[in-house]
């Protein structure tokens, strides 16, 4: 149950993601998984290289599009633990249609966004999540555009897990990635992971004295959604823990199983013969 692998990660000294490479490996140990029970998916930027660290099944696929691919693997085999990866501009740019549409799916895999509030790849631009008044070289001014909420937007696309984390909390970190690739259904996890580099701003003191643990908020439920997107609201998305968590919603996969079985010419409203043809496919 070793998911190191001989490769040396070339991310700057002091990145963030360096500790959630480790909490990924621990929490697949944890479980108990084999690597060749593992497919990990990235994306592009430096977070992508994650899937080239890990001993297990891995793609390093394109911009933006982590989350199809891995949600073909799983279809492909239900078998598989599948974990996809990569950053905030990943996720929440280019690939913004993508996590909106995995998040209200819920096909059973976990995603993790190393979310640092810039573009790091390309040398420290402005990305969706990066604070209103955020200042690059893109936006020397400052960022006009208010922020992307991550929480706000998996609770109201309707993901069945939703979770945050900060990459200097690993003990923390690597229990809820534990958590999220034990749920049964599309688990998302936002994790703050410092870029050391370029973002100045966001720095891992500036996290500690900004970010507040759930556990620490009296009565707080995760089983209820509108306490969840209260608090998230309220604490501007700087809050860590199980944000919230349906642990009844059917999966993707457990609903399309049986999908075809009784499914009636009259169902479809085509001819005989391209309805043979078609059923013939499912055999
Ligand atoms: Fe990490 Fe930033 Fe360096 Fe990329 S540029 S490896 S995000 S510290």
Not at 221 to 228: F, G, L, R, T
Request: some cysteine; aromatic content about 8%.
């Amino acid at each position: 149950k070793d998911f190191r692998n001989n490769v040396k990660p070339n991310w700057c000294p002091g990145c963030g993601d360096f500790s959630v490479q480790a909490a990924i490996q621990k929490a697949c140990a944890n479980i108990g998984l084999e690597p060749e029970q593992l497919a990990l998916i990235t994306g592009i930027g430096c977070s992508g290289r994650l899937s080239g660290y890990v001993n297990s099944y891995g793609v390093h696929s394109i911009h933006g599009r982590a989350l199809p691919m891995a949600q073909g693997v799983k279809m492909a085999n239900q078998e598989l633990t599948v974990i996809a990866s990569g950053g905030d501009g990943d996720g929440f740019a280019i690939g913004m249609g993508h996590t909106i549409h995995a998040l209200r799916r819920n096909i059973d895999i976990t995603y993790i966004v190393m979310d640092n509030q810039i573009y790091g790849l390309t040398k420290g631009q402005t990305s969706p999540s990066s604070a209103h008044g955020f200042v690059t070289k893109t936006t020397p001014k400052g960022s006009i555009e208010k922020h992307v909420s991550p929480l706000e937007l998996a609770l109201a696309s309707g993901a069945t897990f939703v979770a945050q984390s900060f990459s200097s909390d690993i003990k923390d970190l690597t229990a809820i990635i534990e958590a999220a690739v034990n749920h049964k259904g599309f688990s998302f996890v936002n994790v703050f992971s410092p870029c050391v580099t370029y973002n100045k701003v966001n720095t891992y003191d500036w996290f500690k004295e900004n970010l507040t643990k759930l556990s620490d908020i009296d009565g707080y439920d995760n089983k209820n959604k509108q306490i969840a997107m209260n608090t998230v609201h309220e604490h501007d998305g700087l809050v860590t823990g199980i944000v919230y968590q349906d642990t009844e919603a059917p999966t993707y996969e457990s609903q399309i199983e049986g999908y075809s079985d009784n499914l009636t010419k009259a169902d479809l409203n085509i001819k005989q013969e391209e309805f043979d043809a078609l059923m013939a496919q499912f055999k």
